[in-house]
């Protein structure tokens, strides 16, 4: 069965600092995907970054980058130069099962900057 | 590009009562997903369409919820009866068909948020 833990339900972080958020996935699949979502308090979940599980390089956007470590299963969320408005909830998911797998969404970690 | 529209944003009703949400995908989005989001927990995949089809709908309580997309567009969820544990945000989101791979980006709607009472 496939499975995504997030194990910080809350971080703190001072503005324009860095903070990793912890995923880890278990699967038997060898093919699969790995997602992160951001939640603000409006509630819906936005898109921030993927990572394909034969991709050898770590996935970059902007701030935003993944840490992959596929021996460990970790696919940890890292965001540099925080600021006010990263304030939200993060959320991990994968997809494996093949193309027609669904996203299963791990718990969740609630992420406060402060000023 | 419009967004995913869901109405109602908020829905409160006693338990036993029926409720409908509606969803609008993206246009041109053939897939479309309906997620239920309890309070502490990452979203769960209730039931997800290609076009007006079911694709997977194994998580979907079947006794009391129903989903349907007749034109292949908008959705609705409904729930009948709703229990106390129902309450929860709804999200509805879309996608791209599906093609190979696993890549492929959802877009999420704002969320239906139901108090049941």
């Known amino acids: 069965a496939q499975k995504i833990t997030q194990t910080q339900p809350g971080m703190f972080v001072q503005e324009k600092e860095a903070v990793t958020l912890d995923c880890t996935y278990d699967?038997?699949?060898?093919?699969?995907?790995l997602f992160w979502y951001k939640q603000p308090s409006s509630g819906e979940m936005i898109f921030l970054i993927y990572?394909?599980?034969?991709?050898?390089q770590n996935a970059t956007e902007g701030r935003y980058s993944l840490n992959f470590q596929k021996a460990r299963k970790s696919a940890n969320l890292v965001i540099s130069a925080s600021q006010l408005g990263d304030s939200a909830m993060y959320f991990c998911?994968?997809?494996?099962?093949?193309?027609?797998?669904?996203?299963?969404f791990g718990k969740g970690t609630k992420l406060s900057v402060k000023p | 590009e419009a967004g995913v529209a869901q109405s109602p944003r908020y829905k409160i009703i006693e338990k036993r009562q029926s409720v409908a949400f509606w969803c609008n995908p993206i246009?041109?989005?053939?897939?479309l997903y309906w997620y239920q989001q309890i309070l502490g927990q990452g979203p769960k995949l209730l039931i997800q369409?290609?076009?007006?089809?079911?694709?997977?709908d194994s998580q979907l309580p079947k006794d009391r919820f129903s989903a349907e997309r007749l034109k292949g567009v908008d959705s609705t969820l409904k729930i009948q009866p709703a229990k106390l544990e129902d309450s929860a945000v709804y999200l509805c989101?879309?996608?791209?068909?599906?093609?190979?791979?696993?890549?492929?980006?959802?877009?999420f709607g704002p969320g239906t948020r139901l108090t049941v009472l």
């Open positions: 989101a879309s996608s791209l068909a599906r093609t190979g791979g696993f890549y492929n980006e959802q877009f």
């Open positions: 699967t038997s699949d060898q093919s699969y995907g």
């Open positions: 990572q394909g599980s034969y991709d050898e």
């Open positions: 998911a994968m997809r494996a099962g093949g193309s027609q797998g669904n996203l299963i």
């Open positions: 246009s041109g989005h053939a897939t």
């Open positions: 369409f290609q076009n007006n089809g079911v694709v997977d």
